[in-house]
């Protein structure tokens, strides 16, 4: 009993010491071209998340909505599990294109999101 | 539907460890050795300890399925080899609960094999219990990163090894107290009782401690007085709100149902059989709680 309570002593001593890296699901903190922005060209599509994704199940979609347009394109989960890659085959015309992302977590979460950008 | 799938075979996971490991413990050191309560509960703790452990190693399989089906967008998508595939093969989530489908179907194993009864009981609450164990796999310790993630690993698992302890032995209790007047397994519930309220003190005390550890890692001491507005925080406070009626429960049944036992069999037998049963109640309310809270956001994430 007295060796459990001085284990469970130490062990919650070492939980206060050290900042609480609190836990979120994930989320998307950045991506090139940035939300809302409008860029010059693009031809390549990054996705940067806050924790590692599960590369199978984490993906992202192109489309131009005012033309109800999907535009093909190939993605591919970065080695360091963060970001999302998208490849374009050519860059991107002049317009408003709209991102919808899928990304799922170690934790069994899937959260998904859309952010849109413009070419022009 | 997807996420109520997930709810759903989490909390089939949740009572097939508290069968299979709880109340096979609570029946190892509850009951005494060679007692004619002991033979007297043989086939019916085979058949609820074998329930248990076939549950435990069933649902983890169809966690896998349902995890697959959540991220692939739906069942068609997600029933397949390479969905499947994918989760057990990336995910810490889905190797855990291949192992701990293995090793639920071990304990079943035991269960069925073993002639005697109690060498299989403590063969079913090891196998059953790294089944267990394993489920801190299943939640946010199972995905973080960094130096606290084996602390949080281990009071995880602490933490669903003592809740699986305290709501099977509840259990185990029930399978005493429903027999009748003269039965031996009635006779030994007095002696289960006192045997467990040791026991059931020192979980307590590993369920607040682990519990607290927990609560800092995943949401953190900055959402401590805010967090309680979002739905994990409502329904954690609901959690926390059926553990504290458990407790009280049990601190009548210890400190009054139990010396009223040994003064008054007959009367006080039925009050403790409902009370007992009504903490089990509870302790099930907890679980489905805990299965739900699972897929929810803590609140940190919101800021």
Redesign the interface.
């Known amino acids: 009993m007295t060796r459990i309570h001085k284990l469970l002593g130490l062990a919650s001593v070492a939980a206060l010491a050290v900042a609480s890296p609190a836990l979120a699901h994930t989320r998307l903190v950045g991506s090139t071209p940035a939300a809302s922005a409008t860029v010059k060209s693009a031809q390549t599509i990054t996705l940067t998340f806050n924790e590692r994704l599960v590369p199978a199940f984490s993906r992202f979609e192109l489309s131009m909505p005012a033309h109800g347009m999907a535009i093909p394109v190939a993605t591919t989960v970065s080695r360091d599990g963060k970001q999302i890659v998208g490849t374009l085959r050519s860059p991107l015309g002049k317009g408003a294109y709209q991102v919808d992302w899928t990304a799922a977590g170690n934790d069994g979460h899937r959260m998904t999101g859309r952010f849109a950008f413009t070419v022009g | 539907m997807l996420e109520s799938t997930?709810v759903a075979v989490r909390l089939l996971q949740y009572a097939g460890a508290t069968i299979g490991f709880g109340t096979a413990l609570f029946l190892f050191y509850a009951v005494p050795r060679g007692s004619a309560a002991e033979a007297a509960l043989a086939e019916s703790a085979r058949r609820w300890l074998a329930a248990g452990a076939a549950l435990l190693a069933l649902a983890s399989l169809a966690l896998v399925a349902a995890?697959a089906s959540?991220?692939?967008?739906s069942f068609s998508a997600g029933l397949t080899g390479?969905?499947i595939g994918?989760?057990i093969g990336?995910?810490?989530?889905g190797k855990a609960a291949l192992v701990r489908a293995a090793l639920a179907g071990l304990a079943l194993a035991a269960l069925l094999a073993l002639p005697s009864r109690r060498p299989a009981w403590l063969a079913a609450a090891c196998c059953s219990g790294l089944a267990t164990a394993s489920l801190a796999w299943?939640?946010?310790a199972?995905?973080?990163?960094?130096?606290?993630h084996r602390?949080h690993l281990?009071?995880d698992a602490l933490h669903v090894l003592a809740a699986a302890a305290w709501i099977g032995a509840l259990a185990g209790l029930l399978l005493l107290a429903r027999a009748d007047c003269g039965d031996p397994r009635r006779a030994t519930l007095h002696h289960a009782l006192r045997q467990f309220s040791g026991i059931g003190s020192?979980l307590v005390?590993?369920l607040v401690?682990t519990g607290?550890?927990n609560a800092?890692?995943?949401?953190?001491?900055?959402?401590a007085l805010t967090g309680w507005t979002t739905p994990y925080g409502r329904v954690l406070a609901a959690k926390l709100a059926l553990f504290a009626a458990m407790l009280v429960l049990a601190a009548r049944n210890r400190w009054r149902l139990t010396p009223a036992l040994a003064a008054r069999p007959d009367t006080a037998a039925a009050a403790l059989r409902r009370s007992v049963a009504l903490e089990a109640g509870a302790g099930l309310a907890v679980l489905a709680l805990v299965a739900w809270l699972?897929?929810l956001?803590?609140p940190?994430?919101c800021c």
Request: glycine share 14%; hydrophobic share 60%; net charge negative.
């Open positions: 997930i995890q959540l991220f692939a967008g390479e969905a994918a989760v990336s995910m810490a989530l299943l939640g946010h199972g995905a973080a990163e960094g130096p606290l602390l281990a009071a020192l005390v590993l401690a607290l550890i800092w890692l995943v949401v953190g001491p900055a959402q699972g897929t956001e803590p940190a994430g």
